[in-house]
């Protein structure tokens, strides 16, 4: 709290008004899940095995100059040389949360050392059956519980991720608070599930008015023992006790790809520096106070905690911040009554894909509409075969555009800039990895085998073989 406090004044000492929090270091996005509230992994084969060196996440956290560093993914874990990048950032004094499903986080630990920089953040979405369905993986919540207990008592500083969809009844959601404070975690992230364009279901993403409705029940009329590691400026936001407008610059993306336009969830190209992020990216055309429908729904800590933190240190936010601390409870007693009344939920059984159509096998040419083939060409979440009007051919993955280039990685890892006005042709010729086909082929399988009596279902769905 003390280098946070002190990195935030120091940045308004200098008058600056976007600076960065946290770095999201996405250092590989390969997983062993398949998450159905997830897209991270929809990669062709050549993307996936991609990793950041250890220069190259010192190099982009030095760049930004963030007191604290989260490391996504993909799944961390998998990495080979994540324990040489947290033991680098750890050297630094940086405050890493390695998040992780925990699935290897056992079998991983003796590559770490205890530390006050260091902290474990274990995806947990909820308890068992809610956990299991979302992550697409019967048993993976015993042996995320198992794995956080052995970190705990190994010394280790333990967190939980929650990520909470429409479908979750709230009183399930307290009770698993009870359920991750007895294994011993130091406290609690929450974040609403936000329905970016990426995720396989689309179907079990509330509205904002949901989510204030479902968060003002989970976080009303709290237990003493419950700890939560976020602001609580931004709990009250979730609670819809506060407006907070999204400062998306304030916990900046860094890739494979480079520095990611303009947010963790939301990909419209990449920047090579921070600096280039924050000049040529419109902030206005982003956020639920721009009217941006990608931005709608969204209520992420990931574009509003930093701005709860950034108006902590103002007068009136350091007096709403020390009243939340001091009346912690938030006494509610008409969300109490709807917390009594509240009737179990069924479990996600029903997920499905949205509504998306493929573009798998399409061609687009340069006589036809090349800058509508542009845009899906940047969306398109499989390789594609750019003809030239020179009659070169060249295949890859594009990850980036702006007003006269393209950019594409192939499966060599080479990277290619090609200007619009040499293109003669768009072939979307690869798979297309954002098809959500699998998960929903996942679902109907898990279903029919719960119903049938089994346990211990194994079942992987086909997008992460």
Not at 4 to 19: E, F, I
Not at 120 to 146: N, P, R, T, W
Not at 225 to 232: D, E, G, K, Q, Y
Not at 362 to 376: H, I, K, S, Y
């Amino acid at each position: 709290m003390w280098t946070v406090a002190s990195y935030v004044v120091r940045q308004k000492l200098k008058g600056r008004k976007q600076y960065p929090l946290v770095l999201m270091l996405e250092p590989l996005f390969r997983c062993n899940l398949a998450c159905a509230g997830c897209g991270k992994i929809q990669y062709p084969g050549h993307v996936l095995k991609q990793n950041l060196t250890p220069e190259e996440c010192f190099r982009a956290v030095e760049e930004c100059g963030v007191p604290a560093v989260s490391i996504p993914g993909g799944e961390p874990l998998m990495h080979p040389q994540i324990d040489e990048i947290v033991k680098g950032l750890v050297a630094r004094k940086k405050y890493i949360y390695l998040c992780t499903n925990a699935l290897l986080l056992k079998e991983k630990l003796h590559l770490f050392t205890p530390s006050k920089y260091l902290t474990f953040s274990v995806h947990m979405d909820g308890q068992k059956e809610h956990h299991d369905l979302s992550v697409c993986k019967e048993g993976g919540y015993e042996i995320a519980l198992e794995a956080i207990r052995e970190a705990v008592a190994r010394g280790f500083r333990v967190t939980t991720n929650t990520t909470v969809f429409e479908g979750h009844d709230a009183k399930s959601v307290r009770q698993f608070f009870d359920e991750m404070m007895d294994a011993g975690v130091e406290g609690m992230m929450l974040s609403p599930g936000y329905s970016y364009d990426k995720a396989p279901d689309q179907q079990h993403f509330s509205g904002r008015e949901g989510n204030v409705s479902m968060f003002r029940k989970i976080l009303s009329n709290r237990k003493p023992s419950w700890v939560f590691n976020m602001s609580p400026l931004f709990l009250e936001f979730l609670m819809g006790k506060r407006n907070l407008e999204c400062t998306a610059w304030g916990m900046p993306t860094y890739n494979i790809f480079g520095w990611q336009k303009p947010c963790y969830l939301i990909q419209e190209g990449y920047a090579d520096t921070f600096q280039q992020l924050l000049d040529s990216t419109d902030w206005s055309k982003f956020g639920y106070e721009s009217g941006n429908p990608k931005c709608s729904n969204c209520m992420m800590h990931s574009g509003y905690e930093a701005t709860a933190v950034n108006y902590t240190f103002s007068f009136s936010g350091i007096f709403a911040t020390i009243r939340s601390m001091l009346f912690s409870r938030y006494e509610d007693g008409e969300a109490l009554q709807e917390l009594n009344q509240e009737k179990p939920k069924p479990l996600l059984v029903q997920i499905e894909s949205g509504s998306r159509t493929s573009l798998q096998g399409a061609t687009v040419r340069a006589n036809e509409d090349l800058a509508q083939g542009l845009d899906d060409a940047l969306d398109y979440r499989g390789d594609l075969t750019i003809t030239l009007k020179n009659g070169k051919s060249l295949a890859g993955y594009v990850f980036d555009r702006d007003r006269q280039t393209l950019r594409l990685i192939a499966p060599d890892q080479k990277r290619h800039t090609i200007a619009h006005d040499e293109i003669e042709s768009i072939d979307f010729t690869g798979r297309d990895m954002a098809d959500g086909r699998s998960w929903e082929a996942w679902i109907r399988k898990y279903a029919e085998k719960k119903a049938a009596g089994e346990t211990n279902i194994e079942l992987v769905p086909e997008a992460i073989e």
